[in-house]
């Protein structure tokens, strides 16, 4: 069982749904907890359906999204009492907790606990708002409440990034120094001063000042012949830039130094990244002309910088040129007017990319090279491949055009390792999954285990599992206790393969455990999987183990009408047999032997006789 589904798994999730739902509530009817079945898959839709789709990513957002917000729209027409609906949202996160599947990167227990009484208060409100008051009343009343879920109000769902290598606190300070545009920023800024420099009556530098400047910051600007700082577009920029970032402001017809940014100018990586967040709010200058270019600034950068997030080779600037031009023409195809206009649009478009690349990589949040792409680059252009950005399918011809390119040298772009950083920050405030290794050094064993089952690839799994192992006294044994005591056999899987990927002495382990009284099923499977282990080998208890963790793995992925249909294949005579196997197996994953024992008795009308190995 995974803790994220895709939207489009709706079969798989439904089954998982129904299977965390079963046992959570029979979990609570236990310990006399609070858990009302269709609350608790109204719990999880709510993770399911936001922005990460993280069943176990617990924050004090997302709990006041699901009590305040899911749960009464969920059930307007008869909504649960306040104690109910928070008790049952505090069950879920608590069976979660006992059971090693809460991700370890949301908010500590305690303050998810608080976020559901503070909610479970104001309940009644929003339940009012829900059943009584039209949309437009409704979002007045949640303004009043405050902020209910720090979503973005749609909850689209985001791609998920894969987890990255991040550079360390003396690589980011050095990459903060070498940046062009930090060194400009804090020459423009002490030249400025607290007493400032004089502006013309129409707000811009005196010519004679801005030729000092352009060579102080080397911005390359043609200063011969100038009138007017006006005309000095690179300077402009950096102007604007520094104003944008708070470094200096104009106060009485003078550009002065703010004293407050001082701090902010002795610090490269602080400074660094208060240019990258005000970069965005730039296209004025970028695009002065006010031409339909700067949306991309403001919408497509963005988009471009996540693209190229985790990447493992540079990406061709060809690559990130067509889906922008789609994704241009998505919102402005009503300026074309001819051919020729949609000849002269693309042609800007693809220079309005170059700059705000170029800007970008003078601030150091991407590398521009020459070079030829990696093959992968053009490994999914089929006929049918359709823009990341707008979903709008591109052109046959233009797509064998591109592939054309990809096999020659051509300008090539990737985020340095600031601009992984920022991006990743920009991606966590969405409430992305952006993950990044090293960052689980200190979770729980189950938590550790879980996380890279979920979202790593086997490279960053093996890095983050040595990782956690040198932090922790190589305390394999508590990571194999995590997969024992987890209770869905797919799950408790794939958290041992990713833990065999991260051990060096993997072979003998595996072998050890295949006697193992609770992880022998699981590795017996992990050797026939990789092909460590014929069935042949297999000892006639081994062999029964192995197919009853198979059956069990198939109920909980596939769910109960799956193995019906399964064991609806097996002759009739000898469904009786098969059930007798499973039931005298002894396999150790009681509860889900349980489940299955549900359905073997709906196949078999009843408990089968004990006999002998089919």
Avoid at 43 to 71: P, Q
Avoid at 226 to 240: E, F, I, N, Q, Y
Avoid at 360 to 371: C, K, Q
Wanted: with cysteine.
């Amino acid at each position: 069982m995974r803790m994220r589904y895709e939207i489009e798994e709706d079969d798989e999730y439904t089954t998982a749904k129904e299977l965390f739902t079963r046992r959570c509530v029979a979990w609570a009817a236990e310990r006399g907890h609070p858990a009302d079945a269709r609350i608790v898959a109204a719990t999880l839709d709510s993770r399911h359906m936001s922005s990460d789709g993280r069943l176990n990513h617990w924050t004090v957002a997302a709990v006041r999204r699901a009590v305040l917000e899911w749960i009464p729209d969920t059930f307007e027409a008869d909504p649960p009492s306040p104690e109910l609906a928070g008790g049952s949202v505090r069950t879920v996160i608590r069976y979660q907790a006992e059971h090693g599947l809460l991700d370890p990167r949301g908010e500590a227990l305690a303050e998810l606990d608080a976020a559901v009484e503070v909610a479970v208060g104001e309940y009644p409100v929003a339940v009012a708002a829900t059943s009584q008051l039209d949309e437009s009343d409704i979002m007045a009343l949640l303004e009043q409440l405050g902020e209910f879920t720090g979503d973005e109000p749609d909850h689209e769902r985001r791609f998920a990034q894969l987890p990255i290598v991040l550079p360390t606190d003396s690589e980011l300070a050095a990459q903060a120094a070498d940046s062009a545009l930090v060194g400009q920023m804090r020459r423009l800024t002490e030249w400025v001063g607290p007493q400032g420099r004089k502006l013309t009556a129409r707000g811009y530098l005196r010519v004679a000042d801005a030729r000092e400047l352009v060579a102080l910051l080397d911005t390359g600007d043609d200063v011969e012949g100038v009138r007017s700082s006006a005309d000095l577009p690179r300077l402009g920029l950096l102007v604007a830039w520094a104003r944008e970032a708070g470094l200096v402001r104009v106060v009485s017809g003078h550009l002065r130094a703010v004293a407050k940014a001082r701090p902010l100018l002795s610090n490269p990586v602080a400074l660094w990244h208060r240019l990258f967040d005000t970069f965005f709010d730039l296209d004025y200058v970028l695009f002065a002309d006010g031409g339909p270019f700067g949306w991309l600034c403001e919408d497509v950068a963005i988009d471009v910088l996540n693209t190229l997030y985790s990447l493992p080779h540079p990406m061709p600037i060809i690559r990130l040129q067509l889906p922008v031009w789609l994704s241009w023409q998505d919102q402005f195809s009503s300026v074309v007017e001819s051919r020729t206009d949609l000849d002269v649009y693309r042609a800007g478009c693809d220079a309005a990319l170059d700059t705000i690349l170029e800007t970008l990589a003078g601030l150091g949040a991407v590398e521009l090279s020459i070079g030829v792409p990696h093959p992968d680059f053009g490994m999914d252009l089929d006929d049918a491949f359709a823009s990341p950005f707008s979903g709008i399918e591109f052109d046959a011809k233009e797509l064998r055009a591109l592939r054309r390119d990809l096999r020659k040298a051509s300008p090539l772009v990737r985020l340095t390792g600031l601009g992984a950083i920022a991006v990743r920050q920009r991606m966590l405030a969405e409430g992305r999954e952006a993950g990044a290794v090293g960052e689980l050094a200190d979770a729980d064993p189950a938590g550790l285990l879980g996380v890279v089952a979920d979202h790593y690839t086997e490279e960053a799994a093996r890095l983050e599992i040595q990782g956690w192992l040198a932090r922790h006294d190589d305390d394999v044994e508590a990571l194999l206790a995590a997969v024992h005591r987890c209770p869905f056999r797919a799950r408790a899987a794939a958290m041992l393969r990713m833990l065999m990927i991260g051990l060096p002495q993997r072979p003998e382990l595996l072998a050890e455990l295949r006697t193992h009284p609770q992880l022998g099923p699981l590795a017996v499977m992990l050797m026939v999987e990789e092909g460590g282990l014929a069935h042949d080998d297999l000892a006639p208890g081994e062999a029964d183990l192995a197919m009853t963790e198979s059956i069990l793995t198939l109920l909980e992925v596939g769910g109960p009408d799956e193995v019906r249909a399964q064991l609806g294949r097996i002759p009739a005579a000898d469904r009786a047999e098969f059930a007798a196997v499973i039931r005298a197996a002894g396999h150790p994953a009681t509860a889900s032997v349980a489940d299955l024992e549900v359905v073997l008795s709906d196949v078999t009308g009843g408990r089968g006789r004990h006999l002998r190995s089919v």
